[in-house]
């Protein structure tokens, strides 16, 4: 597609259960970022790919949450046994490798909503 | 660490009125990137204008301008004859040069300005 495209758009669940959020990034863009932005933050870094690896997880808050991105294209952000903080909107970028012209695309994010 | 500080949580200005957003970072590299990206309802962050720290020139891009100030560490926002659809968060984000000193390329922004517009 032209742009970034994050699914679902919007996700409310009960505190426990399992999330999948997808992104799909621009075509040809080797690396792709999540990150977690709450209400009235600027963005948090989570995770980083360089084509199928995690190239830096460092910003993952706890075990709870995992991305894969197994053909360096599609990414799923796993989160498991939710917590009413996981709340936020989770964002995804994605960017040719090395520093063309430093800019990251974005998607519209998804909002999880954890009840 | 690097860090990026934006003081003003709302900012206000006239439809036509000119506007200047704050932001100051912290870093310790030489060659970085600066961008001020706006996030209007739809939650897309939008890049509004891109800042290279080589570059001795202020970037402009139509109404939008910087006054980038490297030994400050300073890197404002003018929006100049703002519409009533420049209103949105805007953040003001800090890139690492690939590779340099161990970075990702990873983002780091600030918690934004939230920026109204009066008609």
């Known amino acids: 597609g032209a742009g970034v495209s994050q699914t679902p758009s919007n996700k409310v669940t009960e505190k426990g259960k399992y999330v999948e959020l997808r992104c799909d990034p621009i075509s040809g863009h080797t690396a792709l970022y999540w990150y977690r932005q709450s209400l009235g933050q600027g963005p948090e870094f989570l995770i980083y790919?360089?084509?199928?690896?995690?190239?830096?997880d460092s910003g993952l808050p706890n075990d709870r949450f995992f991305a894969v991105r197994p053909e360096g294209s599609v990414s799923t952000l796993k989160i498991q046994r939710t917590e009413r903080g996981d709340s936020a909107v989770y964002l995804c970028a994605s960017s040719p490798w090395g520093s063309w012209l430093g800019e990251l695309f974005f998607g519209e994010g998804s909002r999880l909503t954890v009840l | 660490a690097q860090t990026v500080t934006q003081s003003q949580p709302e900012m206000s200005v006239q439809e036509a009125e000119t506007v200047t957003l704050s932001c100051t970072y912290d870093t310790s590299e030489s060659d970085y990137y600066l961008f001020w990206y706006k996030q209007p309802p739809s939650r897309q962050m939008i890049l509004v204008i891109r800042?290279?720290?080589?570059?001795?020139q202020n970037a402009t891009e139509n109404r939008f301008s910087v006054n980038f100030q490297k030994a400050a560490k300073s890197f404002s926002l003018k929006i100049s004859d703002s519409q009533l659809g420049d209103a949105a968060m805007y953040f003001c984000a800090y890139r690492a040069e690939v590779g340099y000193g161990g970075s990702q390329g990873n983002l780091i922004f600030g918690k934004g300005t939230k920026l109204s517009v009066k008609p």
């Open positions: 790919f360089q084509g199928t690896g995690a190239a830096d």
């Open positions: 800042q290279e720290a080589y570059k001795q």
